[in-house]
């Protein structure tokens, strides 16, 4: 007979490949080593979300994983995860979205021994999405310097979805509950890591544009005796435009700059809005923008700004840059004189495309005193050998385009591409009828 062998079980003087593992993955946690990244859970929440206008609000679900690291010290920088396992809106039934259209971005709350804003971002990166599909969203990712030792818990905060230079912005509706947690140690005071924390939203800014339109409030206002230039808030601007194809409703984010000069003011109005590609070749010279900055307060009429046409033909697939409008301001009166975004003009490839704003709203306040045929109580005005008139009177200008702004510009129309010039305007009609 086969003679059988006898198993002994393992003792103290004997481990198994099991309860060695057990015993060293005890004694790294005794002497404080770092864990790997550790999944949390799924979270859920209710989610209220307004897509660009003409497009009804979305109430839906948003599913959650945030990945972060389980242990770290005080001084360490951490990378975290945000994963969309579901979005609370699907692709709206009106176009198809492309493959790479659409990013996300976001906040993500650090609660308990620390509190922070954490700014999450996506890759622009993506399948081509079908009208009416789920929204499929790449991870963001963020960091978060650890400053004080305790227990750091992570929750999901508001939500931007840019596809295709419109932006769909879902918030919260109830209690979210926490997705990750960070035990932290105190260290030794030392950090692991040399770069800033640029998420921290207690430390700075969270975008380029928010340190541009929060300036002093002697900047703000043109009050301060020796001061030169004065930045302007961005204000939201909604237009009704009539175009070639007919008449269609914009809004887009504009800012409105000012540099002293003598008595007068050399004007810079930028266009706040993000990137999007050429559907299509577009010759150097066929994109011509220009508006009437409307006064207010103390002045009158208006300013006539352009920007200049394209220098460069753009490819397919290529952005494209549109410069900042420029002009300048001479007073008419003194006092406070108010600054607004006003008719917008568009010549773009033999086109005309006229748009007026709905509504306005003041961008920049000047301490202004009368110059010598200044703008205040004044018809149409000459600048440059064109003639430019506004209903709300005319201003003396004269223009110029040496500066580019950070304006990309396309817009949408039923899912055709429309070049505006100098504005992303996207057009999203009404859910169609059935």
Known sequence: MR??????PAGPGRLGAAGAALVLGGAGALLGLTAGPAQAAEVSFAT??????GIDPVDGTTKVEVTAPATAKVGDTVDVVWKFVQAASKNPDIIDLPADSVQPSGTLKAAGAQAASIAMQGERKNPAIPKGAEMVLSDMKGSLKLTSPG??????DAYTVN???TDTKCTPTGTVQKAATIEVSPGDGSSSSTTPDPTDSASQPSSPSASA?????SASDGTGSDQSDFTGKEVDIPYTCQSPIGEKKATSPIQINAKKNGGSYGLTVQFKKSVMDSPADIPKGSVKPSMEVVLGG???????????????????GDPIEIPDL???YKPGADGKSTLSPGVLTINALGTTTTCKPDKTEVSLTLDTSAQASGASGGGSSTSGGGTSSSSSGGGLAATGSDDHGALKALGLVAGTAVLLGGAVFTFMPKRRVR
């Not at 209220?48 to 206008?53: E, I, N, R, S």
């Open 3 to 8: 003679k059988r062998r006898r198993v002994t």
């Open 48 to 53: 209220h979300c307004v897509p660009p206008a």
């Open 151 to 156: 227990e750091v818990t992570l929750t999901p």
């Open 163 to 165: 596809a295709m230079s």
């Open 213 to 217: 339109s929060a300036p002093s409030a």
């Open 298 to 316: 103390a002045d009158k009429g208006s300013v006539h700004v352009e920007g200049p046409t394209n220098s460069k033909d753009i490819k397919s």
């Open 326 to 328: 420029t002009g300048t």
